[in-house]
């Protein structure tokens, strides 16, 4: 039996997708796929990457340490600071800071997508307490479209640079992007009795820079490498396909192309997916997000009681390799652990090893086994295809925000840009 911590532990690195760390971490997948005796392929995809970099703010003879946001060019950049604790004032009040360099406290994706139109010269995202700065990034088409330059500062530097509001800043930001080429791992588990319905096993093994991802998302691969030993040793009635995406960081990008290149399959055939992302906080509290139906939910929520673990369970959309499918009416049951040091510590250099354990991974990896169990050998396919009404404005607006364009649906759009 393979033991799922270790391999956490294999995988706790710097893994940017189309990088060096991505490729490192995808042989060590695949090396545990061959030793199973696993068929799998690997589905090499174009997006724009980066390099992690460096970045500085030099403000009222203080040089500040900076993170440059993902997808950002070398910049030198001098302006007036101009600190807003709440970003919202500067999509409310268009152009009232043209020409400065803007400090904030609440950096949201409405306000990136803004930032350029309403003539900032520079954000300086202020991150978390007691967390050292996040790693953010920009969206493929607003990378390639133009943006402004960013950076991320720790809460305490932000506190010291919001008191020189109105003061000339300077930040300097060095960082390589470009055209990369990440991978997506696909494993197929052939049912021993298939019919036509596909069931989806996923998660991404990408991560963002300066973090080893321990629980973001190397809990969730470790948790699809040990549903692959068990279907492996369980050949279950129908096919399962289990796929380690990348990309998902960088805006979803693994699962965007893995369901373009595969529609006609994912139209046909894809049943359910069950995605993992986030896991083996050694305390937290487990959730089940169903991006699907009430009965999809009781569904779910009565196969996980079984279980004896408890999952907080809810309907609603989830932000993560799921959405590409739910754009297609297919449903999803994302199953993760939150609440422990290494996922409060998300994004940053303190998603580590250090407050992970087997027990924490053990919840998501026991309820994802269980539950495509009851799903690939039933007597009747048990999940219907279908998207409760009340998800799917939900759904449009959050593929515009990933993707800065109107999504191709299945249904007629409710929300309209």
Not at 50 to 78: E, M, Q, R, W, Y
Not at 82 to 96: M, Y
Not at 156 to 162: F, K, P, Q, T, V
Request: net charge positive; glycine share 10%.
């Amino acid at each position: 039996m393979l033991n799922a911590h270790a391999i956490l532990k294999e995988l706790s690195f710097e893994r940017i997708a189309g990088s060096a760390g991505e490729r490192r971490a995808a042989r060590i997948i695949e090396g545990h796929l061959r030793d199973l005796g696993i068929k799998y392929k690997v589905e090499p995809f174009t997006l724009q990457g980066f390099d992690t970099g460096t970045a500085s703010v030099s403000c009222g003879g203080t040089k500040f340490p900076a993170h440059p946001f993902g997808l950002t060019k070398n910049h030198d950049i001098a302006g007036e600071l101009a600190f807003v604790e709440d970003g919202e004032v500067v999509t409310k009040n268009k152009g009232a800071y043209r020409g400065k360099v803007v400090l904030t406290y609440t950096y949201t994706r409405p306000l990136s997508l803004m930032l350029k139109s309403a003539g900032i010269k520079a954000l300086i995202a202020i991150g978390q307490p007691l967390r050292e700065a996040p790693s953010w990034s920009y969206r493929q088409k607003t990378f390639s479209q133009g943006y402004v330059p960013s950076v991320t500062v720790t809460y305490e530097d932000g506190i010291r640079l919001s008191r020189l509001d109105g003061k000339p800043v300077r930040i300097s930001i060095r960082q390589a992007s470009g055209r990369r080429v990440a991978h997506n791992i696909v494993a197929d588990i052939t049912g021993s009795r298939p019919d036509d319905n596909l069931t989806i096993a996923c998660g991404h093994y990408d991560g963002v820079a300066r973090s080893p991802g321990s629980s973001d998302n190397a809990g969730g691969t470790v948790a699809l490498i040990k549903l692959a030993e068990h279907f492996r040793r369980n050949r279950p009635r129908r096919d399962l396909r289990i796929i380690f995406f990348s990309g998902e960081e960088l805006g979803l990008r693994g699962s965007f192309s893995y369901v373009k290149k595969h529609r006609a399959e994912v139209r046909k055939r894809a049943g359910l997916v069950v995605n993992l992302d986030v896991a083996g906080d050694e305390l937290g509290t487990n959730s089940m997000i169903v991006l699907g139906s009430n009965r999809l939910l009781g569904f779910a929520d009565g196969v996980t009681r079984e279980l004896g673990r408890p999952f907080r369970a809810a309907l609603d959309i989830y932000s993560s390799d799921c959405m590409p499918f739910a754009a297609h009416e297919v449903p999803s049951v994302n199953l993760s652990r939150w609440g422990g040091k290494p996922s409060c510590f998300i994004h940053t250099p303190g998603d580590g090893v250090g407050g992970t354990s087997e027990r924490g991974l053990a919840p998501v990896i026991d309820a994802a086994q269980n539950l495509l169990s009851r799903v690939l050998n039933a007597g009747i396919y048990p999940v219907d295809r279908e998207i409760d009404k009340t998800l799917r404005e939900k759904i449009e607006r959050y593929l515009y925000g990933s993707l800065v364009e109107k999504p191709k649906l299945e249904w007629t759009p409710e929300y309209q840009r």
